[in-house]
């Protein structure tokens, strides 16, 4: 059982870092991609192409803004947590006593996760895929199944953690 426990610690260590890794990877994509992906010139139409996008054009530009805001901040407190997230999993695995929220909030960020995956793989259906994006949205949805797998693994890891030192406390 001891055995066990240390590989669960060394493991839980090593998920921590790798949500971390995937939240910086997060925050660095984008600029990554406004720097290097060449943006192509496109003529307005009349309509747009997909159907939200003219949900979104017919917003004032209060609400727009609004919108942008409240998905920014989403966003960010998304990022957070899954700091939080892999940091505690660090702490937790070199023995500082951690609560038991961090484990909750794997949970559901894998959860948000998996929908989110979901979502995209539909709308890639729904929408279809010209040639030329079809290499971005694979390396896309491996990176974020990578990233799913990660936490679900540091989830699934922390509470086999857990388990494993009340039996040895106890």
Do not use: H
Not at 26 to 49: C, G, N, R, Y
Not at 63 to 81: P, Q, Y
């Amino acid at each position: 059982m001891d055995k066990e426990a240390r590989r669960c610690r060394s493991n839980l260590s090593i998920l921590g870092s790798g949500v971390i890794v995937f939240t910086v990877w997060d925050l660095i994509k984008p600029i990554l991609l406004w720097l290097f992906v060449p943006q192509t010139e496109s003529v307005a139409s009349a309509e747009p192409e997909i159907p939200e996008a003219a949900f979104l054009m017919r917003l004032s530009r209060e609400t727009l803004a609004a919108v942008v805001i409240g998905l920014l901040m989403l966003w960010f407190l998304t990022v957070i947590l899954r700091l939080r997230i892999g940091s505690a999993a660090k702490a937790e695995a070199a023995g500082k006593r951690k609560g038991g929220a961090y484990v909750i909030f794997a949970f559901v960020l894998l959860a948000l996760q998996v929908f989110g995956m979901l979502l995209t793989v539909v709308n890639l259906f729904r929408f279809g895929l010209t040639s030329q994006s079809f290499m971005e949205a694979a390396a896309s949805l491996l990176v974020e199944a990578g990233s799913m797998t990660v936490t679900g693994e540091l989830a699934l890891t922390a509470t086999k953690f857990r388990k494993l030192r009340r039996q040895q406390a106890g």
